[in-house]
C-alpha cells in the first residue's frame, strides 16, 4: 500500500508543467510590478516621501507568491479533497474573526492586524477555501445535482452563511465573486442552467435590487454610475478622471511613466483603477495585450479543467479561472464605466499585498 501511494505521489510530481500558464503567470507579474511602480511613484512620494514605498512592498509578495507557487505546485491536489469540509468551517472562521478582531478602516471592517505593519484580509483566502469546499461537495454530490432541491438549492443555501458574515463587513465586491464561482462550478459540475436563470431572475435579482436600495452608498454608486457628471468634483470624480485617462491614451498610449491623472488625480491610481494608468501609458494596444494575456490565462485554465484526471481537479482548476477571470471583467468593466464602482482589484497588477500571494498560488 505505501508502495502504492508513493507511486502515485511519484507520477504527480513527474507531471508536465504547463509552460504557457506559467510563461502568462510571469509576464502578467513582471508588467503589473512595471504598472506599480509607475502608478504609485506620485502617491508613494506625497505620502511617505519614498517612490519605490508601495513598489518594494508589492515586489516583495510577488517573489513570496512565486516561490510559494513553486512549493505548492509539487503537493497532489488530491491531498485538499480529504479537508474539503473543513475548508467551509475555516472560512467562516476567519469570517467571524473578522467581526471579533478586525480593524475598521473607512467604515469597513475587512482585515486583521498581526501586528502594525503586518495584516491580511481573511476574504481573499476565504475565496480560495470556497473553491476547495466546492470542488469536494459537488464530486460528492454529484449524482444529486440535475434536481433542484438537492442540487442548485441544497448547494447554494450552503454559501448563504459566507455571504451573511461578508456583507456585514461589509464586502459587497467579494460576496459577488465567490457567488459568481460557486454558481460557475454548480453548472460545470452538472446543475441545469434554467435552474440558475430562474433563481436569479426570481430570487438573485431583486435581492440585489433591494441591497441596493437599503444601502444609500451602494444606491449613490449606482446613480453614479448612470451619470457620473452629475457630481463630477465628488462621487463622480474617479469614474471621469479614470475616463479622461483612457481617453487620453489614444492608440499607443503617452509613454510609460507619462501619465497625468497618476499625479493626484486618480484617488490612489496603483490600487483597483491601474487599468485607466496602464490605458493613459500604455493606450489601446497595451490594454489589448493585458486583456489578451488574461484570455490566454482563461484559456488555459478552461483546457487544463477539461484534462484534469479526475472531477475534483476539474472543479479546482474550473473554480480557479473563475476566480481571476470574474475579477477581471468586473475591474475592468468598473474602470471603464461600464457599471458601478465596487473595490475590485485586477488580479497581477493592483496593489494589494496579500492578495498578490494568494493569485499566484
Known amino acids: 500500500m505505501a508502495k502504492k501511494k508513493a507511486g502515485k505521489f511519484s507520477s504527480f ?20 510590478l ?17 517612490s519605490y514605498r508601495f513598489f518594494n512592498k508589492q515586489l516583495i509578495f510577488a517573489v513570496l507568491g512565486v516561490f510559494a507557487m513553486m512549493a505548492i505546485s509539487k503537493i497532489d491536489y488530491r491531498f485538499y479533497q480529504k479537508f474539503y469540509k473543513h475548508a467551509w468551517w475555516i472560512a467562516l472562521l476567519l469570517l467571524i474573526a473578522v467581526k471579533i478582531v478586525g480593524k475598521e478602516i473607512n467604515g469597513s471592517q475587512r482585515w486583521i492586524y498581526v501586528t502594525e505593519t503586518l495584516s491580511f484580509q481573511p476574504s481573499e483566502i476565504v475565496k480560495f477555501l470556497v473553491i476547495v469546499f466546492y470542488a469536494g461537495i459537488l464530486v460528492k454530490n454529484r449524482d444529486q445535482l440535475p434536481y433542484f ?105 503617452v509613454g510609460l511613466g507619462e501619465s497625468k491623472q497618476k499625479y493626484l488625480y486618480i484617488p490612489e491610481p496603483h490600487n483597483d483603477f491601474i487599468f485607466s494608468i496602464i490605458g493613459e501609458e500604455l493606450g489601446f494596444v497595451g490594454c489589448a495585450f ?20 479526475d472531477m475534483f481537479g476539474s472543479l479546482l482548476a474550473v473554480g480557479i479561472t473563475a476566480l481571476v477571470g470574474i475579477q477581471v471583467i468586473i475591474n475592468i468593466a468598473v474602470v471603464t464605466s461600464s457599471m458601478p464602482p465596487t473595490g475590485m482589484p485586477l488580479p497581477f497588477f493592483s496593489y494589494r499585498r496579500n492578495s498578490i500571494i494568494y493569485l499566484t498560488l
Not at 13 to 32: A, K, Q, R, Y
Not at 294 to 304: M, S, T
Request: aromatic residues 10%.
Open 13 to 32: 510530481l513527474n507531471n508536465p508543467i504547463d509552460f504557457t500558464i506559467l510563461i502568462t503567470i510571469i509576464i502578467l507579474l513582471g508588467v503589473g
Open 34 to 50: 512595471i504598472m506599480v511602480l509607475s502608478a504609485s511613484s506620485p502617491s508613494a512620494l506625497a505620502e511617505t516621501g519614498d
Open 149 to 253: 432541491w438537492k442540487g442548485l438549492a441544497k448547494h447554494i443555501c450552503m454559501v448563504l452563511p459566507l455571504i451573511l458574515f461578508l456583507m456585514l463587513q461589509p464586502h459587497f465586491s467579494a460576496s459577488i465573486v465567490i457567488l459568481g464561482i460557486v454558481c460557475v462550478m454548480m453548472i460545470v459540475a452538472g446543475c441545469k442552467f434554467s435552474q440558475f436563470l430562474a433563481v436569479g431572475g426570481g430570487a438573485g435579482i431583486p435581492m440585489a435590487i433591494l441591497l441596493i436600495v437599503k444601502s444609500p452608498y451602494r444606491l449613490q454608486r449606482v446613480l453614479t454610475f448612470l451619470d457620473p457628471w452629475k457630481d463630477a468634483t465628488g462621487t463622480g470624480w474617479q469614474v471621469i478622471q479614470s475616463l479622461y485617462a483612457i481617453g487620453s491614451g489614444g492608440l499607443f498610449g
Open 290 to 309: 493585458i486583456i489578451l494575456l488574461f484570455a490566454i490565462f482563461i484559456w488555459r485554465g478552461v483546457l487544463i479543467a477539461m484534462k484534469a484526471p
